[in-house]
């Protein structure tokens, strides 16, 4: 049932016209033709030309957990949907919202027992803000309102989002930005002066960290915004970084708000990523795992000691956080339950540990003496290759040569999705992946990269 040419190139001149595809240009829908996506399943989608993409990235941007075409997650947004599928929280609360809340409270020892729920990562990082803000001011220190990023941060695309991240072409596009947003340096191993180990590594980011926060004054800071693991780069850091970042927090009344939206829901081989640091952050964000992309659903998740310090200021209280039309959506948070039932019944935060394990190794293995290959890393099905001119001395290709984005162009045309951030290869495949998949993954990646380098 193959469409013709003719029917393709109609339908991408009008998706050009109609739909304004982000971050992709129109000349690129025209050369690539789209592509059009038609069907998926599991970890395969496929295009109006019949072809088949392996998908090394849960459906392109971390959202499909579960693969493609799940009939149990659809049965049960049907059975919801033809139930109650939506009202409003202002009128009503709802059952679904209130079960997946007491679960998400329930996946780990961390005390995160509030979730604000709301529609996308960039939604839950607002409402994150807005917490933090909400929190200090109950505690009379409304002047505790600025937001620390981190360079290479990514956290959405709202204004806050927006603010948040370090995009150059937002930050000019989209200028001004939101005020009150500060950005210190990020923590990156691989990139760390020649003489240190990693733990000292870590120990001077903090140090670093602090320092800013000392230069602009704790006063004025309500939180910062960090992930337990940057997806963008797979910045997997030393042990003791969050530890300390943790202690400074602690140390100048800062909450931290771990942006779990990429790497949260089983994607580290942990339900969350900062559990593999001995750390709670003060509010986690969620989104894309949440319903495995199934339906759009994020989440603000805080410490019974933030929504108790909240709760307890009458004057403001939460009323100040603002609440969205399609806040606990009931068909959302049933999607929601439902691939926290898969995953649970599956195992599959155990699977991605495991399966990503053997992928990391195996790159490891390949890559050991490769020239241009600097580093292999990652945590569970969250994978990074980063590629650079000089292995012996990390130096890397000059911007302009592109070579990430090259590798990224030719596995899609090999049919198999993978990432380029810069020159960071990267690979977020479905927590179903089985061990046949993973091969395959390793040896497609492997191919984009041995025809390009
Ligand atoms: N935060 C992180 C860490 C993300 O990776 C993303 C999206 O990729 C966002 C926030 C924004 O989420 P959304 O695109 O759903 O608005």
């Not at 849960?58 to 009202?87: E, F, I, N």
């Amino acid at each position: 049932n193959r469409a013709s040419d003719e029917q393709i190139e109609a339908l991408v001149e009008d998706s050009i016209r109609y739909v304004w595809r982000h971050g992709v240009s129109a000349a690129a829908t025209r050369t690539g033709r789209g592509p059009l996506a038609v069907s998926a399943s599991g970890v395969y989608v496929t295009d109006m030309d019949g072809n088949e993409y392996l998908d090394g990235l849960s459906g392109g941007s971390a959202a499909a957990t579960l693969g493609h075409g799940r009939v149990d997650v659809a049965d049960a947004v049907h059975a919801q949907m033809t139930t109650l599928h939506w009202v409003s929280l202002r009128t009503f609360i709802n059952e679904p919202s209130i079960e997946l809340g007491r679960r998400l409270a329930g996946l780990t020892d961390a005390d995160l027992q509030t979730s604000f729920f709301v529609s996308s990562g960039s939604e839950a990082v607002e409402s994150a803000t807005q917490l933090a803000k909400s929190f200090h001011r109950a505690r009379g220190n409304p002047g505790k309102n600025m937001f620390l990023y981190r360079k290479t941060g990514y956290h959405g695309t709202t204004l806050v989002g927006a603010s948040a991240s370090d995009n150059a072409e937002f930050r000019t596009w989209f200028a001004p930005l939101a005020p009150g947003f500060a950005e210190v340096d990020a923590c990156y191993p691989y990139r760390r002066p020649d003489h240190m180990t990693e733990e000292e590594y870590g120990d001077a980011c903090a140090d670093a960290l602090e320092a800013t926060i000392l230069d602009i004054g704790p006063e004025r800071i309500a939180g910062i915004l960090a992930e337990a693991i940057p997806a963008a780069l797979v910045l997997v850091p030393p042990a003791n970084y969050l530890r300390r970042l943790r202690e400074i927090c602690d140390r100048h009344d800062i909450l931290w708000i771990d942006d779990e939206v990429f790497i949260g829901i089983g994607r580290t081989g942990r339900w969350f990523g900062f559990e593999h640091f001995g750390v709670t952050p003060d509010i986690v964000t969620s989104s894309k795992g949440i319903t495995g992309g199934y339906v759009p659903l994020g989440a603000a998740l805080a410490t019974s000691r933030v929504m108790e310090t909240i709760y307890g200021d009458q004057a403001s209280g939460q009323a100040k956080v603002s609440g969205h039309t399609y806040a606990a959506h009931p068909t959302a948070c049933a999607a929601g339950i439902a691939v926290l039932d898969a995953i649970e019944k599956e195992d599959l935060v155990g699977n991605a540990e495991r399966v990503g394990e053997w992928m990391i190794a195996e790159f490891a293995r390949i890559y050991a003496d490769h020239p241009r290959v600097g580093d292999v890393r990652g945590k569970g099905l969250l994978i990074g290759i980063e590629l650079v001119q000089d292995a012996a001395t990390r130096t890397p290709f000059p911007r302009e040569s592109g070579v990430g984005r090259r590798v990224m162009d030719r596995a899609m045309e090999n049919l198999f999705m993978l990432r380029a951030t810069g020159d960071v290869i990267t690979l977020f495949p479905a927590l179903v992946t089985t061990m046949p998949d993973a091969r395959a993954m390793v040896s497609a990646t492997c191919r984009a990269i041995d025809e390009v380098l």
